[in-house]
């Protein structure tokens, strides 16, 4: 598992609505994306979120796991894990 200690830093309301104090910066997620951020900061392991969010959303592990890497090498870019 990959300590995500910047997450930490992030300030995320329950609509999605995240500050970077860091940098100034606000982005927007989607419910989807505020789900798994919350999965990692509550320490599920990477490697496990595409089980848990195929389950609770109801789409095929393939889908989920595409959309999560997807994901993460957004948030990668922007320097926010």
Not at 12 to 24: E, H, L, S
Not at 65 to 80: R, V
């Amino acid at each position: 598992m990959k300590p995500y200690t910047k997450l930490f830093a992030l300030q995320i309301n329950d609509n999605g609505f995240v500050f970077d104090p860091t940098k100034g910066i606000s982005y927007t997620l989607n419910e989807t994306a505020l789900r798994v951020i919350t999965l990692l900061k509550n320490g599920c392991p990477e490697e496990n979120l595409h089980i848990r969010i195929a389950e609770e959303y109801a789409i095929s592990l393939p889908s989920a796991e595409f959309d999560i890497e997807n994901l993460l090498n957004t948030m990668k870019k922007y320097q926010l894990i």
